[in-house]
């Protein structure tokens, strides 16, 4: 192992993205993932508010049609090599807003997330729970370690 | 130049910082303007409506069931207060009696609710204080009231516990889900016990909110700030006291006389006590029998209006019900007044304090982003 990827694979970046839910997943993956009961920092991921610092991207919400801009800068400015993750029902498949129409598109969603930017790996949940995204986000991991 | 030939505040002043879209002081996206002279925050705008999903436009047409479920998902933290409300406008509208033992089991949900507000609210303003051994405390105890909304309500955030005509029977609260919760409210207790003595008598983080974005009692009645952000300007008022659910619980209204922060992050230590109370009574006093009443038919209402008082104020739901479909929804939310009242509590405060007068209204950009108005624009 380079010394690079060992050293990166001791401190992973996430940034956490909301794009429009309803904040029950932000919270979960926030206060709970980052707080002293379910704590992913002793898996050596982080929570950074800089883009430029993240190494994986935590997407939650169905991306409004306002937030579909500031998503796709923010996706170009993490450097390579980046992973997404795409946390929640709202994101996976737009959830309750974009579907509960049926087969009637609501007009105010641009996304799911995989429309708007590629995605590497999802949680399902309304709202996740706190062990899947520690699941998810340690799924998400090769994709950084295995790049040069 | 306005009207008046007087150059605003905003044009004057060259210096501007930007906070947003997405900014770790709210999580949410909004954009903050603060207009800086030395260092002081002169004058601040905030923008909300990256997140407009048009809520209310999809409850149109849909059976009510459908909607009050949608209402759910307005916000994650008050999202079991935006179903009550919802089905509680359909019940004055059908004039369903629910049964005693499910409006217990509502309060119980909504006290528990309110605890995990208030404790998020004070993790979070410890956090961006700068205290973060303070947030992770606070974390953890709020973690105990996660597992209790889970063993209720089946799920952390989204519990779906209100239904016409009562509770959802798998919210009932049998023997071991009392003990569980009488436990629960013993740790709470002892734990904010312990943490409001170390917060008042910690000097550091004392001389730190002290004094900062103060809120006048005359600004916060004027801008038409509610709940706890109004009652910490010493304003006396709480929609419980009004509604007819709580009468038979015995609990006090907490009020601050400063406005600033520190009474902001007061008044949430001191109601988490009072919320634990009403838990007590609820738990000890509940009556037995059927907790869903499902002998209610559907018709044509006119208009109805329901307001409660929420973690963060007060909230309105409003519709009509059409063929049991539901027809000209109105939702409005706390965090629209209090969100001007947090603009405003902004002006006059060092730039490094701004942050801290923005959490301090405790806002919720999720559930604020719903209404649109239309203005022409003469060119
Ligand atoms: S998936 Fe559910 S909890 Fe998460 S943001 Fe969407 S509506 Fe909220």
Known sequence: MSIKSYSRARAVHAMLVYTGGCNGCDIEIVNTVLSPKFDIEQYKIFLTWNPREADVLIVTGPVTKHNEKPLKEIYDAIPEPKAVIAAGACALMGGVYKNIHGDIPSEEIAGPVEEVIPVDAKVPGCAVRPQDVLAGAVAALPKLLGAK | ?379
């Open chain 2, 1 to 379: 130049m306005d009207k008046n030939d007087k150059a605003k505040r905003q044009e004057v002043i060259e210096t501007e910082v930007t906070m947003g879209t997405v900014h770790p002081a709210a999580l949410e996206p909004y954009r903050v303007r603060l207009f800086v002279e030395d260092e002081i925050v002169r004058d601040a705008e905030i923008t909300v409506g990256l997140n407009h999903r048009g809520i209310e436009r999809i409850m149109e047409g849909l059976p009510v069931e459908k909607a009050n479920s949608l209402t759910e998902k307005i916000c994650g933290i008050c999202s079991n207060s935006h179903i009550w409300n919802s089905v509680m406008v359909a019940e004055k509208g059908l004039e369903i009696e629910i049964p005693e033992r499910a409006s217990y089991i509502r309060i119980i949900m909504g006290e528990l609710e309110r605890l995990h507000s208030h404790l998020l609210y004070l993790a979070h303003g410890n956090e961006v204080l700068g205290h973060e051994t303070f947030a992770m405390r606070l974390f953890f105890i709020r973690e105990t009231v996660m597992e209790l909304l889970r063993m209720i309500g089946g799920n952390r955030v989204q519990y779906g516990c209100s239904i016409i005509g009562g509770v959802r029977p798998r919210c009932e609260l049998d023997l071991m889900r009392i003990q569980k919760l009488n436990e629960g409210m013993d740790i709470i207790e002892e734990k904010i016990g312990q943490f409001a003595d170390r917060f008042v008598s910690d000097p550091i983080v004392m001389s730190r909110i002290t004094g900062v974005g103060v809120l006048t009692k005359k600004d916060a009645l004027r801008l038409a700030a509610t709940g706890p952000t109004l009652r910490s300007t010493g304003v006396d008022m709480d929609l419980r006291r009004d509604m007819e659910i709580y009468d038979p619980f015995d609990f006090d209204i907490i009020t601050q006389q400063d406005g600033d922060v520190k009474a902001n992050l007061l008044m949430r230590v001191l109601e988490i006590p009072e919320s634990i109370k009403i838990i007590r009574q609820a738990v000890k006093n509940i009556p037995s029998g059927p907790i869903t009443d499902r002998s209610w038919e559907m018709q044509d209402t006119g208009i109805i209006k329901s307001y409660i008082e929420v973690p963060r104020g007060k909230l309105l739901h409003s519709y009509a019900l059409e063929e049991g479909r539901v027809r000209g929804s109105i939702v409005r939310t706390p965090s629209i007044t209090n969100i001007a009242a947090m603009q405003h509590a902004c002006i006059g405060n060092h730039i490094s304090d701004a942050q801290l007068a923005i959490v301090q209204c405790d806002p919720c950009f999720t559930c604020t982003d719903r209404a649109i108005k239309i203005t022409k624009i003469e060119i």
